[in-house]
């Protein structure tokens, strides 16, 4: 019932795509003044076709060249076509990027706008075979620097929030928005696709590349940020923190605004660098349901596999959540859940004595009561997973008295160093797997209660 609704979902979201985005008047930015010549701010010039598009109903593009530019706004109506020889360049200026509200980790705050924004609008169309280019390495040095000089004052966790780094693209309180094409996306300042507040969005056929010219701190993938009908498909992703990632808040903050991530398809793509396959969280207040992630293949540059990740403060759930058929090659841990995710960025106290401090590091240290903060997942089926060179098959733990519930693992293959633990489970149910282990072993189970199918070989690799 689960995979027939969420097909249904998926067929809807392109359907109405492709009927809704028929264009028919095309507006160079040329025509209103971009120079392209990598130097000169086109931002003006660019808006201005995009402007004219969207009255008309068309298209706003532009002819092969470089064009630096600050913060674009797309607006209903309209298709922006980024065509192959084209490179938008990210202006270096923060000036060129207007602070506006919007969600950043988890918190409602003021940060400079993308690079890219569909902002309160619908039926917005972006593709091309050109590129997105957010000239990323002058907004690592800064977070670098900052974080260096905050560690030391036990302020690891405000760094990503007080130092102002531009998303690539933003797709906020907006619906029947449609990414894809084979756009390369590319050194993103901060996260490179951040989907908040909206519905219906179809993300298919985007190239992440942030790992050119170093390794951008948080420059995640693709975040589904308390939104739903969300599909993403055809992604090809190079980054250097989370890749395909589901959020819904933060803290007290999250457990204010309290709106879901659900009814969102992950599917068919390929992650050669990144944090994990899939992650939920770690912003997780919110909650989760009806996710579906299939057809998934991770490499050796990525960590994890399946990742989940909260924290004691974060609060929120997890339910109907289907991850099946991913290959992962030379991914350390195949199954990776924490509920204690990195406390010197997840758990955030002032020091003593600080004072004149910004209104969101008073949201951010807002204390959430315990029975608020636990957070809960259940009813978490994952199948079909092939996964080889692995270092840990499983490493599992939650809470005591916030178990991690109802959780079904079949069909797992994976050859692995050593089985790991799974610890703070209830009612897991392990069946039709094979797991060979370097030194022998099966899973550690610390306070779990786990229907452990005794028909599968623990030992030497085949």
Not at 45 to 72: C, E, F
Not at 95 to 109: F, N, S, V
Not at 303 to 320: D, Q
Request: glycine share 10%.
């Amino acid at each position: 019932m689960v995979k027939r609704a969420l097909a249904t979902f998926s067929l809807t979201i392109f359907l109405g795509a492709a009927t809704a985005m028929a264009a028919s008047v095309t507006f160079f930015a040329n025509g209103y003044g971009a120079k392209g010549d990598g130097n000169t701010l086109d931002t003006a010039a660019i808006q201005k076709a995009i402007d004219a598009a969207a009255a008309a109903g068309g298209t706003a593009t532009l002819k092969p060249g470089v064009y630096r530019t600050g913060s674009l706004f797309l607006k209903s109506g309209m298709t922006f076509d980024v065509p192959e020889g084209v490179t938008l360049l990210g202006s270096e200026n923060i000036e060129d990027y207007p602070m506006l509200p919007t969600r950043i980790a988890g918190i409602e705050m003021t940060w400079p706008s993308a690079l890219i924004n569909v902002r309160d609008q619908h039926d917005v169309k972006i593709t091309g075979k050109g590129i997105i280019d957010g000239d990323g390495p002058i907004w690592w040095k800064s977070y670098w620097d900052l974080r260096a000089s905050y560690e030391p004052k036990g302020l690891r966790w405000a760094a990503d929030y007080d130092c102002r780094r531009p998303r690539l693209m933003l797709i906020q309180n907006s619906s029947h928005i449609e990414l894809g094409g084979g756009i390369e996306l590319k050194r993103s300042g901060f996260w490179t696709v951040q989907i908040l507040y909206s519905h219906d969005i179809h993300v298919n056929g985007v190239v992440i590349r942030n790992n050119e010219g170093g390794k951008g701190p948080s420059t995640d993938g693709i975040d589904i940020d308390s939104s739903r009908k969300v599909l993403v498909e055809h992604a090809d992703i190079d980054v250097n923190d989370d890749a395909l990632c589901l959020k819904a808040g933060r803290d007290a903050d999250g457990l204010r605004v309290n709106r879901p991530t659900e009814d969102i398809i992950l599917r068919d793509s390929i992650i050669r660098h990144g944090a994990a396959a899939v992650t939920i969280g770690s912003e997780t207040s919110g909650g989760f349901r009806n996710i579906e992630a299939y057809n998934l293949t991770a490499l050796s540059g990525v960590p994890s596999g399946i990742l989940f990740k909260s924290a004691h403060t974060r609060g929120g759930f997890a339910e109907n959540i289907r991850m099946h058929d991913l290959t992962l090659e030379g991914v350390a841990i195949p199954i990776h859940i924490t509920m204690n995710w990195n406390p010197s960025y997840s758990y955030a106290t002032l020091p003593e004595g600080m004072k004149d401090i910004p209104p969101y590091w008073v949201t951010l240290t807002t204390k959430v009561p315990e029975d608020e903060g636990l957070p809960h997942f259940r009813d978490v089926h994952i199948w079909n997973i092939k996964a080889t060179d692995a270092k840990r098959a499983f490493e599992v733990s939650a809470y005591p008295n916030a178990t991690l519930d109802d959780f079904r693992l079949d069909h797992l293959d994976i050859d692995a160093a050593t089985a790991g633990t799974i610890a703070n489970a209830k009612n897991w149910t392990l069946s039709n797997n094979s797991i060979h282990t370097v030194d022998g072993t099966k899973p550690v189970f610390t306070d779990a209660t786990v229907n452990d199918s005794k028909d599968v070989p623990y030992g030497e690799p085949k």
